[in-house]
């Protein structure tokens, strides 16, 4: 059994225009087209919790940030539990994404589409994990290693966090809950774990139990502050599988392949714009919108305004 503070990873979340599309995760855009790595801030680190001046908490997704084939999240794309080699390609990088598998929706799934849980007999207050042994087997810890990476798209921020696990790894938290992956899920849409044992469930991106009334664990909301950043995907839900983009800076900032954008993650608000140089017909946004549609704004994006 583990009793550790959690050690909230606080970010700056500042993105340099991207530009991506379906192509393969490997193929760099050039220069300053690449979205910058957006580092966790220093932090007091209570004691027995993960520091965070080692990790950097990134906006976007793995394939929009172009990381590597077979680390990550993508090491274990089937769900099986790395070892060895594997287990360190693994805890390069996490993903966290809001988005939806099976009836649970909405749910954390990470950078392989494999939906992330929760476990009712861990704690958040201080966060704990009590999963080991053949438990930590079944149930594979979401970990990350020194000088990793978490990318989050659609989670916010202040909501992820790390706890340092009896055998000195970390790992990731959400709304203080440690996160996990159910070894029998083996596909994107699996959620074979939701339910097992009447505690295991999806975790939502507050910590909250997904397919659970009342589970959604919401939080007060803070008054949303000007974004100075934001990922717009081609896909809803944050998917990246047609492409994405980023903005970073203040002022206006026309996009660069605009009339695509299905969904925004967005570290505060922001205004849209149907036409070029912040014209046309506008709305404003608080923080991330999983469907433009909802807002009449489905591939209408042209030029957003920030800060």
Same mark, same amino acid.
């Given at each position: ?9 606080? &970010? ?20 300053? *087209? +690449? *979205? ?7 932090? *007091? ?7 965070? &001046? ?7 997704? *793995? ?5 590597? @084939? ?17 287990? @360190?390609? &693994? ?15 909405? $749910? ?49 921020? @202040? ?5 340092? +696990? ?16 159910? &070894? ?19 975790? #939502?991106? #507050? ?56 969904? $925004? ?43």
């Amino acid at each position: 059994m583990m009793r550790n503070h959690v050690t909230p990873l606080i &970010a700056a979340l500042a993105v340099g225009a991207v530009t991506l599309t379906a192509c393969g995760p490997s193929q760099v855009p050039p220069g300053p *087209a +690449r *979205a910058a790595d957006l580092s966790g801030s220093p932090a *007091a680190s209570p004691q027995g919790g993960g520091g965070v &001046a080692d990790l950097a908490l990134t906006s976007g997704t *793995a394939k929009s940030n172009n990381a590597p @084939e077979g680390t990550g999240d993508w090491a274990v794309r089937d769900g099986g539990v790395p070892t060895g080699a594997a287990r @360190e390609e &693994a805890q390069r990088w996490v993903q966290m994404t809001l988005g939806k598998a099976g009836k649970l929706d909405p $749910v954390v799934v990470n950078g392989a589409g494999l939906t992330l849980y929760r476990f009712d007999k861990d704690s958040n207050n201080p966060p704990t994990s009590n999963c080991d042994g053949d438990c930590a087997t079944t149930w594979p810890p979401v970990t990350v290693t020194p000088g990793g990476k978490i990318f989050v798209a659609g989670v916010k921020a @202040e909501a992820v966090g790390t706890v340092r +696990r009896a055998d000195g790894s970390r790992q990731v938290t959400i709304g203080g809950w440690p996160v996990y992956r159910f &070894a029998k899920d083996t596909k994107p849409g699996d959620t074979k774990g939701q339910g097992v044992g009447g505690t295991w469930f999806g975790v #939502t991106p #507050t910590g909250g139990k997904a397919g659970v009334s009342g589970g959604g664990q919401p939080t007060a909301e803070s008054p949303a502050r000007p974004a100075t950043s934001a990922v717009l995907f081609d896909d809803p839900n944050f998917g990246d599988g047609a492409g994405s983009q980023g903005v970073a800076g203040t002022g206006c900032r026309n996009l660069s392949r605009p009339g695509v954008s299905s969904s $925004v993650a967005a570290p505060g608000s922001l205004k849209l714009w149907t036409g070029a140089d912040c014209t046309g017909r506008s709305t404003v946004i608080n923080g991330d919108v999983a469907d433009l549609g909802t807002v009449g704004f489905d591939n209408a994006v042209v030029s957003v305004r920030l800060g």
